[in-house]
Each structure stands twice: as C-alpha cells, then as structure tokens.
C-alpha cells in the first residue's frame, strides 16, 4: 500500500499535535521547543544551544544541563540521520521539549521503516528492562567493540539516553502504510536545580 504524501504528513503531524496538546494543558509545564519537519544539522545545533542557554536560566544545574543536552542530541541526530524519507525525499521528524517544575520530557518522533522496528523496539525494551550498572556495561562494550553502520552510527543512540536519563524511554509506533512506521520516543529526566 502506497501512501500520498500529504496523508502520510497529516497522520505524521496529527500525532505531533496530540502530544503537543496533552503537554500544553499540564499545568505546572511549558512547552520550550517544538518543530515539525525536517532537522538540518544547522537547525540542531540552535535547538541544542537555545535550550542549553533556557536551562541555565531556568536555574538547572550543570549536570543536568549536560544530561539533557546529551539525550537532545542524540534524538536529534537519531531522527536527522537515521529517519527515512517519505516518497518525495522529505523528512518527517519532529520534537518537543516539555519543562515541569521537577523534570524535563523530551519527545523525538521521525519516520522508520516498517522491517525495522521490530529491531528497534526490541533494543529499547531490553534497555527498559535493565539497571544502571547493566546499562553502563553496555555502554561501555558498545563503545570500546560497536561497529559502525553505513550511516555512521555504533549504537550508542538509545543506550546514551537510557544512562543519561535514569528512566525508560517510552515509545509509541504508528503504522502508516506496509512500508512506513511513525516512530515516537520520550524520555525524562529529573530537574536538579542549583
């Protein structure tokens, strides 16, 4: 099945409006960043660096800046080189970040194709189902032994937000045609001030 573009972004963004809704009426959070559509690494890049400055001044202390921040670039770059293309060669990806007054959610959606999800939920569940110390195992043995794909890539996406967040990474699958799944991740981290 051959899905028309427009409906693919449609369905695509009806899922980005439904989080941005259920984030927006939580009533000790705001919305910091939100964008649909394509990540150019420029755009990365000012994303990374404007939350960065919205965190210091939000009074967040460095380390969990830095947490952040490594989770915010590894979603980023996980959707901008990772995410597929729909039949017209565009990207469909986008972000969220939600600041509470005790945590932070970050939400990262892009297209997957269809024959890889099943890798990739299975990667995230076996991750939710670990401690800390098995995670940092894995990070560590990815790191020193991960071989890299055609994409750049050793593995170390999902295994860096796991250690770096404390939590699980929730996910969401939305099937879009036989060849094409959107794919929807959140994780969250808790707020230290200084």
């Known amino acids: 099945m051959m899905l028309h573009r427009n409906n693919l972004v449609e369905k695509c963004n009806a899922q980005f409006q439904k989080i941005f809704g259920d984030y927006n009426i939580q009533a000790d959070g705001k919305i910091l960043v939100s964008h649909f559509g394509e990540f150019s690494q420029d755009l990365v890049n000012s994303l990374t660096t ?14 969990t800046v830095k947490r952040m ?6 979603g980023l770059q996980n959707a901008r080189i990772h995410g597929e293309k729909d039949s017209d060669g565009n990207q469909v990806s986008f972000l969220i970040v939600l600041q509470n007054e005790d945590d ?46 055609k994409k750049g890539g ?10 770096k967040s404390n939590n699980k990474i929730d996910y ?12 929807t991740q959140s994780i969250q981290i808790e707020r230290l001030k200084a």
């Open 104 to 149: 932070y959610r970050f939400t990262f959606g892009n297209l997957v194709k269809a024959k890889n999800i099943g890798y990739l939920t299975k990667k995230i569940d076996d991750l939710n189902g670990m401690n800390r110390a098995e995670i940092k195992a894995i990070y560590m043995d990815t790191l020193s032994n991960g071989i890299m794909s």
């Open 50 to 63: 404007n939350i960065e400055e919205m965190m210091i001044e939000s009074g967040d202390k460095k380390a």
């Open 172 to 183: 969401e699958v939305l099937e879009l045609s036989d060849d094409l799944m959107f794919f």
């Open 154 to 163: 050793a593995g170390l996406g999902y295994i860096t937000m796991a250690l």
């Open 69 to 74: 921040f490594s989770i915010l670039v590894e």
